[in-house]
Nanobody, 122 residues
Framework: QVQLVESGGRVVRAGDSLRLSCLAS????????IGWFRQRPRKEREFVAA????????YYTDSVKCRFTISRDNAKNAVYLQMNSLNAEDTAVYYC???????????????WGQGTQVTVSS
């Protein structure tokens, strides 16, 4: 059974950068589509970014394009989310996700981490 553990969430100021990490245990990310979701206060969980295993193509929700970058390091069995120019609207619990499939720009995973809190103070 694969377990996903996120880290890196903390309180930052508007305009700061932050990198979230997700490590997998139990097996590797190899062959898995991967992604990040977030749940903002009083909102439903929403898609943030995904990377397709087959060709490395990435997808982002419009509000984070050109600010966030998803990446993976297969040797470290890790997935990252680099977040730049953070603003208060990025305050959320961020969840790592894996498995499932990215299709037509939509990502439906079948594995989830427990989440890491990111708070952006203005």
């Amino acid at each position: 059974q694969v377990q996903l553990v996120e880290s890196g969430g903390r309180v930052v100021r508007a305009g700061d950068s932050l990198r979230l990490s997700c490590l997998a245990s139990g097996r590797t990310f190899s062959g898995y589509d991967i992604g990040w979701f977030r749940q903002r206060p009083r909102k439903e969980r929403e898609f943030v970014a995904a990377m397709r295993w087959s060709d490395g193509r990435t997808y982002y929700t419009d509000s984070v394009k050109c600010r966030f970058t998803i990446s993976r390091d297969n040797a470290k069995n890790a997935v990252y989310l680099q977040m730049n120019s953070l603003n208060a609207e990025d305050t959320a619990v961020y969840y790592c996700a894996a498995g499932g499939s990215v299709y037509n720009g939509r990502y439906i995973p079948n594995l989830w981490g427990q989440g890491t809190q990111v708070t952006v103070s203005s």
